[in-house]
């Protein structure tokens, strides 16, 4: 079966650090690009950081600044996002997706879709 997993979501105070992970089956990750995605409550989806497949270009959304980290390893089939000094308004559902080759930054290119894992940022 064809899918990407997020895991690594949960509650942290604000100031803390989460890393989330991308792990896909039923396919190789190392042709293609994954970008995260968030989507706040009552908010449209955003992109967060995107990585593309072989020279592993690193895209990131203005707003995140130097605070996260997009990595990959292809041995593990898995993608990373270090989140790091979180703030109240990082609280959302963060998605991986999936495109070949290199980061569109268009949600319609992407190929797969994980279900997305929660992250709360508050005291």
């Known amino acids: 079966q064809v899918q990407l997993v997020e895991s690594g979501g949960g509650l942290v105070q604000p100031g803390g650090s989460l890393r989330l992970s991308c792990t896909a089956s039923g396919f190789s990750l190392d042709m293609y690009a994954v970008g995260w995605f968030r989507q706040a409550p009552g908010k449209e989806r955003e992109a967060v950081s995107c990585?593309?497949?072989?020279?592993?270009?690193?895209t990131y959304a203005d707003s995140m600044g130097d605070r996260f980290f997009i990595s990959r390893d292809n041995l593990k089939n898995t993608v990373y996002l270090a989140m790091n000094s979180l703030k109240p308004e990082d609280t959302a559902v963060y998605y991986c997706?999936?495109?070949?080759?290199?980061?569109?930054?268009?949600?319609?290119?992407?190929?797969?879709w994980g279900k997305g894992t929660p992250v709360t940022v508050s005291s």
């Open positions: 997706a999936a495109e070949r080759i290199s980061c569109s930054g268009s949600f319609d290119a992407m190929d797969y």
């Open positions: 990585i593309s497949s072989s020279d592993a270009i690193t």
